[in-house]
C-alpha cells in the first residue's frame, strides 16, 4: 500500500517537472443583481393635487371647477348718453321801462291864460292874487286847456323799438288845490307823426293820483316823441300857490320787441330750471349713480352783439359736497356772425342724483313755473341755465331772430355705482369651454358610479334674478362624442339671491352663493361625465327680476358696482368608484446603473417587482426613450400581466398590496437597448374585472414597481 502510493507520487512529479510553464488570466462569470429604476403610482400621476379631494372615509373624489360666464355692469346698467338744447330768443331780453314825466303847474295855467285872455280880469289875475295873498281866493271855472308840443326824448334809451307789444301805465297825480277834469293825454312820434296813444280821466281830486293802463302792439318807437295834455276843471276858493301842479307820468314797461336800436341794460336774460329724462330701457329706473368716468360738453352760440355771460348748472351732481357748474364769457356777435365757445368737465368723481327736480322744489318751492311742486321721479337730471349780458353803452340793433342757444351733451358715462331699479332683462351666454379633469385620464372607457355636478351662481349685482340651464352636453373630441343633458333639471329655473348694499366704493360687494345641483335624480349628469370630455358647449339663460314688480319711482334698492359680476362656474366632483377600461397610470423615470460596468454585462434577465394597491387587474409595459424622449423600444413583447390587490370583506377595502414577481427574459440586442435607454416609461393599465362592476378607489392605494438587473457579469483577474 505504501508502496503503491510511493510509486503515484514519483511520477506525479516527473510530470509536473516535464511540463513547460505558461503565462494565463483567469476570468470567470457571475450572476449579479442590480436595481434599475422603481416608480410609485397613484391618481396623482394623473390628476393634478389640487383636483383632488380626500373625503372623510379617505375615499377619492375628483374636484373641478370651471368658469362659465361673467356678467358684469357695462352689459347691465350702462348710462345713455343725454343732450340738453335750449334757446334764448329776443323776447326774453329786456329794454329798460321808458319813463316819461310832464308837469302842469298852476303858474302854467296862468300864463297860458295870459298869452290867451291878457293879464287883467281874467283867471291869471285871479291866480295871481291870490298866490300874491296867501289868502283864500275864488277860482273861476277853467275852460279846457290843451298843453301841447310837449317834447320827450328818449335818445338816452334807444333810437328805435320796433315793438311787439308793451305796458303802457299813464298817472295822473293832481297837487294843485283844485280838481281836474275831462284830462286827455296823446303821445305820437315826431318823425312820422303817427298817434300812439291817446287817453283820458273823467275827474281827478285835489290831492288823488289816477292811473290806467293800455296795451301797445305792433308799433314803431322813435325815441322822438311829441306829447300833449289838455285840462279843465270847475275851479272853487281855495288858497294856492303858482308851484302847485299836476304832474303826468308814462311807464313804458314789459317791452317785446321785434327789432330795436338801443342801448340794453345788463341784464339776465336766461334763468330756466327744467329736467333732462335720461332714455332707458326694459322698465330700469336710475335714482343715483357715482360716476366712474364720464364728461359733459356746453356750446353756446350767441348772436346777440353784447357780451354773454352763461351758466349750467346740475344741483344734483356734486363733488366734494359742490354742484357742478360750467360757466364762462362769450364775445359779442360781429358782422353777422355768431360767436361760438365750448367748455368740458370731467365728471369724474361726482354723485348724480337722478331724481329730477321733486327735492329741490321741496324745499325751495315750485322751481320751474308750473305751479305745483313736482315729486322725485327717475333717470331725470335737474339743471338749471342762466345766462346774462352786459352793457356796453352802444346802441346796437337786434332783432328777433337774435338769440343765445346752448347744446349740453353728457357722454360716455360709467358708473361707479348705480341704484334704482335695474329692469327686467333676458340674458343669456351660449359658448363652450374647456374642461381638464378628465382629459388626464388615459382611459378608453370609464363609467362613474356616482357623479356630483353643481352649477354655482356667485352674484355681486344688487338684484335678484333666476337662471335657467337651456343646453348643457359634454364634448369628447378625441372620440367624436357627445352626450346632452336631459331630465327635469332643465324645466328648474333657479333662484339667484339678492346681496346687501355696502354703500361704499372701499367695501366689496359679499356676492350670494346660489347653486343648483345635478344628479342622477334630476338628469343623466352621470353620463355626461362617463363621456370623458375635454369641453363643455353651455347654453344658460339670466332673467333679472324675473316676477319682480317695478317698484314706485325713487323706491328701488337695485344696485350695481363697477366691476361686479354674475359669476357662473360648472362644479364636478367625481367619486372615484368607477368601472374603467383601459385605464392608465404611468411615469418617467431615469434607469440608474451608477456602480455597474455596463461595458462587461454580458447577458441576464430583468426582474419586475410589483406591489399592487388597486383592486383592479393591471398590465404594465416598459418602454424606452432615447435622449429626443422617442420611443424605440419595450422592455417586454407582451406586457406583464398584475394582480389585484384583495378586498377585506369586513372592511370593504384593500388592507395588503398584492405583490408579484415577475422574471423577464432579455436578448443581448434587447439588453443592449435596455442599457442605453436615457429614460423609462413605465405603465400600469388596469381593467376592472369583474365588467360592469363599480371599483371604490381610496387615497392610500398605489401600486409600485422596481426594476432590478440579474445580469450575468465577466470578471476578469
Known amino acids: 500500500m505504501v508502496k503503491n502510493i510511493l510509486f503515484f507520487l514519483v511520477v506525479l512529479f516527473i510530470f509536473l517537472g516535464s511540463c513547460k510553464k505558461e503565462d494565463v488570466h483567469p476570468q470567470w462569470d457571475v450572476s449579479v443583481l442590480s436595481p434599475i429604476a422603481k416608480t410609485h403610482l397613484t391618481l396623482n400621476q394623473i390628476v393634478a393635487d389640487s383636483l383632488v379631494h380626500v373625503n372623510s372615509d379617505s375615499t377619492i373624489s375628483l374636484v373641478y371647477q370651471t368658469k362659465l360666464a361673467d356678467i358684469r355692469l357695462d352689459t347691465i346698467a350702462k348710462l345713455p348718453d343725454t343732450s340738453i338744447n335750449y334757446t334764448a330768443k329776443l323776447s326774453t331780453i329786456n329794454i329798460n321801462p321808458i319813463n316819461i314825466t310832464h308837469r302842469v303847474s298852476l303858474g302854467d295855467v296862468a300864463e297860458m291864460d295870459k298869452a290867451l285872455n291878457g293879464p287883467y280880469g281874467g283867471l291869471y289875475e285871479a291866480i295871481m292874487n291870490a298866490h300874491n295873498s296867501g289868502m283864500p281866493s275864488t277860482i273861476s271855472a277853467i275852460a279846457p286847456m290843451v298843453f301841447d308840443s310837449i317834447n320827450i326824448d328818449a335818445g338816452n334809451y334807444f ?163 359742490q354742484p357742478l357748474i360750467l360757466s364762462g364769457v362769450i364775445p359779442a356777435a360781429t358782422g353777422g356772425n355768431a360767436s361760438h365757445t365750448t367748455v368740458s368737465k370731467d365728471l369724474t368723481g361726482y354723485k348724480i342724483d337722478f331724481s329730477g327736480i321733486g327735492p329741490f322744489e321741496a324745499i325751495q318751492g315750485d322751481l320751474n313755473g308750473n305751479n305745483i311742486i313736482d315729486p322725485d321721479t327717475v333717470n331725470t337730471l335737474y339743471y338749471v341755465l342762466t345766462g346774462s349780458i352786459d352793457s356796453s353803452g352802444n346802441f346796437i340793433k337786434l332783432t328777433k331772430n337774435d338769440s343765445l342757444y346752448l347744446h349740453c351733451s353728457i357722454n360716455n358715462i360709467v358708473p361707479d355705482y348705480a341704484r334704482g331699479f335695474i329692469g327686467k332683462r333676458h340674458i343669456e351666454q351660449d359658448s363652450t369651454v374647456n374642461f381638464n379633469v378628465l382629459n388626464s385620464l388615459h382611459v378608453d372607457e370609464l363609467s362613474f358610479n356616482d357623479v356630483r355636478v353643481t352649477l354655482t351662481v356667485e352674484n355681486q349685482i344688487g338684484a335678484q334674478a333666476q337662471a335657467n340651464i337651456i343646453d348643457l352636453t359634454s364634448i369628447n373630441t378625441n372620440h367624436n362624442s357627445s352626450v346632452s343633458l336631459s331630465g327635469s333639471a332643465l324645466a328648474s329655473p333657479f333662484t339667484i339671491l339678492k346681496p346687501i348694499d355696502p354703500h361704499s366704493l372701499n367695501i366689496d360687494v359679499v356676492p350670494t352663493i346660489n347653486t343648483f345641483n345635478l344628479n342622477n335624480s334630476n338628469s343623466n349628469i352621470s353620463q355626461l361625465i362617463s363621456n370623458m370630455p375635454n369641453a363643455f358647449h353651455y347654453h344658460v339663460a339670466l332673467y333679472l327680476n324675473h316676477g319682480v314688480t317695478p317698484p314706485y319711482p325713487g323706491t328701488g334698492t337695485d344696485f350695481v358696482y363697477y366691476g361686479d359680476k354674475v359669476s357662473s362656474h360648472l362644479n364636478v366632483e367625481v367619486p372615484l368608484s368607477f368601472i374603467a377600461g383601459n385605464l392608465v397610470l404611468r411615469d418617467t423615470v431615469v434607469p440608474n446603473f451608477s456602480g455597474t460596468d455596463v461595458s ?90 369583474p365588467p360592469h362592476t363599480h371599483v371604490k378607489i381610496y387615497s392610500d392605494y398605489y401600486i409600485d414597481f422596481k426594476l432590478i438587473g440579474d445580469f450575468s457579469y465577466r470578471v476578469e483577474k
Not at 205 to 223: D, H, I, R, Y
Not at 226 to 235: E, H, M
Not at 661 to 668: A, C, E, F, W
Open 159 to 321: 333810437q328805435t323799438i320796433w315793438l311787439h307789444k308793451a305796458t303802457v301805465d299813464i298817472s295822473i297825480v293832481n297837487n294843485m288845490p283844485i280838481a281836474l277834469t275831462d284830462i286827455t293825454f296823446n303821445l305820437k312820434n315826431q318823425g312820422n307823426g303817427v298817434s300812439l296813444l291817446t287817453d283820458s280821466f273823467i275827474i281827478v281830486q285835489p290831492g288823488e293820483t289816477a292811473t290806467k293802463s293800455e296795451l301797445l302792439t305792433n308799433v314803431a318807437l322813435e325815441n322822438l316823441m311829441w306829447a300833449s295834455v289838455k285840462i279843465s276843471s270847475p275851479g272853487g276858493t281855495v288858497v294856492l300857490d303858482t308851484t302847485m301842479a299836476a304832474t303826468a307820468k308814462i311807464t313804458v314797461k314789459n317791452i317785446v320787441i321785434d327789432s330795436a336800436i338801443a342801448r340794453f341794460p345788463t341784464q339776465q336774460i336766461v334763468n330756466y330750471h327744467n329736467e333732462a329724462v335720461i332714455p332707458t330701457t326694459d322698465s330700469m329706473q336710475v335714482s343715483e349713480a357715482w360716476a366712474k368716468s364720464g364728461q359733459i360738453n356746453v356750446e353756446v352760440f350767441n348772436t346777440i352783439a353784447e357780451t354773454m355771460h352763461y351758466q349750467f348748472e346740475v344741483p344734483g351732481a356734486k363733488l366734494n359736497g
Open 600 to 689: 462587461k454585462i454580458n447577458g441576464g434577465d430583468i426582474i419586475l417587482m410589483s406591489s399592487n394597491m388597486y383592486p383592479i387587474d393591471a398590465t404594465t409595459q416598459v418602454y424606452f426613450l432615447n435622449s429626443q424622449g422617442v420611443v424605440y423600444d419595450s422592455l417586454s413583447f407582451n406586457p406583464v400581466f398584475i394582480q389585484a390587490a384583495t378586498i377585506n370583506p369586513i372592511t370593504q377595502r384593500v388592507n395588503q398590496p398584492r405583490t408579484s414577481k415577475n422574471v423577464i427574459p432579455v436578448s443581448p440586442a434587447k439588453l443592449h437597448n435596455f442599457i442605453a435607454a436615457k429614460k423609462l416609461v413605465i405603465t400600469a393599465h388596469f381593467n376592472t374585472q
